[in-house]
């Protein structure tokens, strides 16, 4: 329409990348897998469903804005006090919250990449920039080249450990040798979104840190271990102060009563949860030395996925999976992520790997 004109956007939005889903499986005459989004493949708890269907009822009202009971819950669970958790619709808003509430326009974010592909959106819509510090060749974190990028701009560092989508973990000593290199003006993140599956006995856990610096958070969610997903809820730990700035750049209402019961419920439920984690860890493990045997040189997951490192041959083996039905995430020139599923899943995405190996040699 002559005469009008558009509603000009911001200019931080022409810059951001897209966020791709993990794909849905599409109908098909073989058995799907979708093996793209990390997510835990057992159904709710019993326990949980019920909890949730209890509240249910109460739709039609707001939610505990404070989210008191699962915060008692999640303080008590860490050793914490509750005026140093804090919640959102799944740890990406929390992530979200943090770097809104730190950055100004400008300051930087330092992370490692590839890793959570959130991180550069979340940055971006802030308005700060992203500083992208290459992996390691074998897929991990390289915390001194970390060390070496923070600047007077940097306020956040985001460490992902297990990192996704390389399924590798950092270690305590490098966490603490980075701690001792960075200033206590930039807050270190430990996001821990897949830490329930980290077996290694070397590994930083993000709980110490938080009680040792006094510029750590930690970022849990209830998405992968538990197996809320599609329910959204996560947390912080952090110090208060940051923990009150969190509450305040929070979306109002943003994490729904069904969440916050079904969270409850689960952590009432641990041993049952431990259980399915215990099994999907073995089922990792048995995909990797799966994988190992077959002739894939596939770093060591701590997470509920592991990384082919397909590079050019990264659509190809896209198809083929799809072709065994196996839904995976493809990082184009890169690699393939593949959640830990059913073991009905695990072994055709076994079956598929190998049908990969042999097409691409
Ligand atoms: N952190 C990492 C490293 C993740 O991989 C994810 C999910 N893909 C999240 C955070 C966010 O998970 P959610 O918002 O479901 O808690």
């Not at 819950?73 to 929390?94: C, K, L, Q």
């Not at 059913?342 to 990969?356: E, K, L, M, R």
């Amino acid at each position: 329409d002559a005469g009008r004109s558009a509603v000009s956007l911001r200019s931080a939005l022409q810059s951001l990348p897209p966020y791709k889903p993990g794909k849905s499986a599409a109908s098909s005459d073989v058995v799907q897998y979708k093996l793209s989004s990390n997510e835990n493949p057992y159904p709710p708890l019993p326990s949980v469903l019920d909890a949730v269907n209890q509240v249910s009822p109460q739709m039609n009202l707001y939610p505990d804005m404070t989210c008191q009971a699962v915060t008692e819950a999640v303080a008590n669970r860490w050793g914490v006090e509750p005026s140093a958790v804090s919640f959102g619709s799944g740890s990406v808003e929390v992530a979200s919250q943090i770097i809104r509430a730190v950055c100004d326009e400008g300051d930087e974010v330092v992370f490692a990449w590839r890793s959570f592909e959130a991180y550069p959106i979340l940055t971006g819509l802030a308005g700060a920039t992203a500083v992208k510090v290459p992996l390691t060749a074998d897929e991990r974190h390289d915390l001194p080249a970390m060390a070496a990028a923070v600047t007077e701009r940097t306020k956040v560092v985001l460490v992902c450990t297990p990192n996704n989508p390389t399924g590798t973990s950092v270690t305590a000593d490098e966490l603490h040798e980075f701690m001792a290199r960075v200033p206590s003006n930039v807050l270190v993140v430990v996001d821990e979104a897949y830490v329930h599956f980290n077996v290694d006995p070397a590994a930083a856990r993000g709980i110490d840190f938080f009680r040792e610096y006094p510029n750590v958070v930690v970022l849990h969610t209830f998405s992968k271990a538990y197996g809320l997903a599609g329910l959204r809820i996560g947390y912080a730990i952090a110090p208060d102060y940051i923990s009150a700035a969190l509450r305040a750049v929070a979306i109002p209402f943003g994490v729904s009563n069904l969440a916050q019961q079904a969270a409850l419920a689960s952590l009432a439920a641990e041993s049952e949860v431990e259980e399915r984690i215990t099994a999907l860890v073995e089922q990792r493990d048995h995909v990797h030395q799966q994988l190992t045997e077959q002739g894939w040189d596939v770093v060591e997951s701590q997470a509920n996925f592991v990384w082919l490192r397909t590079g050019e041959h990264t659509e190809e083996a896209e198809q083929i999976f799809a072709r065994h039905g196996v839904i995976v995430r493809a990082f184009a020139g890169e690699g393939i992520r593949g959640s830990i599923g059913s073991p009905a899943g695990n072994q055709t995405f076994i079956v598929a790997a190998q049908d990969v190996l042999n097409h691409l040699n």
